[in-house]
C-alpha cells in the first residue's frame, strides 16, 4: 500500500483491509470486487489485483502461508527484488539486500559515482554493493532500515542534511562537492494528453456506472459512461446529444485533467437523466451498492464535478434525489473519497 501512496491515506486503508481480512487465506478466498472496493482511495490498482493473486498463490503454493525466504517470495505475483529482500530481511533476519530510490542516492553518493539508478549497469552494481553490505552486517533487519531512513530523512534529493549523516566522512560526494549532481537525473518524456467525455447519471434507482475493460488505464473498475477519444480533433468534434441520444436534460458539468504515470487525462463531465432503457454495458447501482464498485481517484473527482458526491466533515454525502437535488443522506463504506495528493516519501514506496 506505501507504494507510490501517501503514508496518512495508507493508515487509514490497512486497518480496515486487514480487519476485514487478516489471514492470507481469507484474503485468498475473497472476490476480486471485494478487494478493489477495500482498495479505493490509495489508487494504482494492479497493486491490489497482485496482491490478491500473491494471496492465492500462498495458498495453492505455500500451504496457506506467506514464504519467508527471500526467493521463495519473488516468485510471488507483484513481489519484485525489493519487495522480497525488505521482507525477507527485516522480518526474517536473511541476508538480503535491498535497493530502492532511497538506498540507491545514498550508496551512489557515498562512492562518489554520477550514473542514473535506473540503468543496468547501475543496478548490477547498487545490488552488489548492497549485498556485500548486508553479508558484512550484525543485523541485516537494522541495516537495511536504516539505509532507507538514511536515504528518506538525510540523504534527500534537495538539500541533504550532511552534519547528521554518520558517513559524512567517508562521503566521496560531499569531499569533492558533487552531491548535488549524484544521481544522475535523465529527463522523462512528457506525457501526451487524452480527452475523455463522461456522462453521470443519477436517478431514484441510483448511479448508472459501466465496467473498464480489463486491459489499460483503471483496467477492470467502474466509471460513469465514457468515451475516449483517439484525438484532439476527435474530441473538438464531439457532440455529446448524438453520442448518448435517450437521456435528458444534459448538460456540462466542468471540465479537469488528471495526471497519471503513463498519460495525463482531460475530462469534460456532463449530466443528465438516466434513459428509460440501458444500453449493453450499463448498470443502475443503487446507492447501497456502491461499496461493491471499486472506483478511480478519477471517477471520484468526475462526481464530485457533477455534485454527485460533496465533501462533508470527515465523510461524503451522496445526493438522494439525482445530480440535481438537495437533499443529502450518508454515503455508504467505501463510496468516493477524495483524490489522493502528492506522493508518500515513505522509503518503502518505491518497492518492486
Same mark, same amino acid.
Given at each position: ?168 566522512? !567517508?562521503? #566521496?560526494?560531499? =569531499?569533492?562537492?558533487?552531491?548535488? @549532481?549524484?544521481?544522475?537525473?535523465? /529527463?522523462? %518524456? &512528457? $506525457? *501526451? ?122 465523510? !461524503?454525502? #451522496?445526493?438522494? =434525489?439525482?445530480?440535481?437535488?438537495? @437533499?443529502?443522506?450518508?454515503?455508504? /463504506?467505501? %463510496? &468516493? $473519497? *477524495? ?14
Amino acid at each position: 500500500m506505501l507504494q507510490q501512496t501517501q503514508v496518512s491515506r495508507v493508515v487509514e486503508r490497512f486497518e480496515a483491509f486487514v480487519a476485514r481480512w487478516p489471514a492470507v487465506t481469507e484474503l485468498a478466498a475473497a472476490g476480486e470486487d471485494q478487494v478493489l472496493s477495500m482498495w479505493q482511495g490509495l489508487g494504482y490498482y494492479r497493486r491490489a489485483r497482485r496482491l490478491h493473486e500473491a494471496a492465492k498463490a500462498c495458498v495453492t503454493r505455500f500451504g496457506g502461508r506467506v514464504p519467508e525466504r527471500a526467493t521463495e517470495l519473488a516468485t510471488l505475483p507483484g513481489v519484485g527484488r525489493y519487495t522480497a529482500g525488505a521482507i525477507a530481511s527485516i522480518v526474517h533476519g536473511e541476508r538480503a539486500p535491498i535497493v530502492d530510490g532511497n538506498v540507491a542516492r545514498v550508496l551512489l553518493r557515498v562512492h562518489g559515482r554520477a550514473l542514473d539508478p535506473s540503468a543496468r549497469p547501475a543496478q548490477d552494481w547498487l545490488w552488489s554493493t548492497a549485498q556485500d553490505l548486508v553479508e558484512g552486517a550484525s543485523s541485516p533487519s537494522r541495516l537495511n532500515e536504516g539505509l532507507m531512513e538514511l536515504g528518506a530523512l538525510v540523504c534527500t534529493p534537495r538539500a541533504p542534511r550532511c552534519h547528521a549523516c554518520p558517513w559524512r566522512s !567517508r562521503c #566521496v560526494a560531499r =569531499r569533492d562537492g558533487t552531491i548535488d @549532481r549524484i544521481p544522475v537525473v535523465v /529527463a522523462r %518524456a &512528457a $506525457r *501526451p494528453t487524452v480527452h475523455w467525455d463522461t456522462l453521470v447519471m443519477r436517478g431514484v434507482r441510483g448511479l448508472v456506472l459501466e465496467r473498464r475493460s480489463d486491459r489499460g488505464l483503471w483496467a477492470g473498475l467502474w466509471q460513469t459512461p465514457t468515451v475516449e477519444h483517439a484525438s484532439v480533433d476527435a474530441a473538438k468534434r464531439f457532440d455529446p446529444h448524438e453520442a448518448w441520444r435517450g437521456v435528458g436534460g444534459l448538460v456540462a458539468a466542468g471540465s479537469f485533467t488528471v495526471v497519471t504515470s503513463p498519460r495525463r487525462v482531460a475530462f469534460r463531465v456532463w449530466v443528465a437523466k438516466p434513459p428509460r432503457t440501458m444500453p449493453e454495458g450499463w448498470q443502475r447501482v443503487p446507492d447501497e451498492a456502491l461499496d461493491r464498485h471499486a472506483l478511480s481517484n478519477a471517477m471520484r473527482r468526475v462526481l464530485e464535478t457533477a455534485a454527485v458526491v460533496t465533501p462533508t466533515a470527515g465523510a !461524503r454525502a #451522496v445526493r438522494s =434525489r439525482g445530480a440535481g437535488g438537495s @437533499r443529502r443522506t450518508p454515503a455508504p /463504506a467505501g %463510496a &468516493a $473519497r *477524495p483524490a489522493a495528493r502528492g506522493r508518500s516519501n515513505d522509503p518503502r514506496r518505491q518497492a518492486g
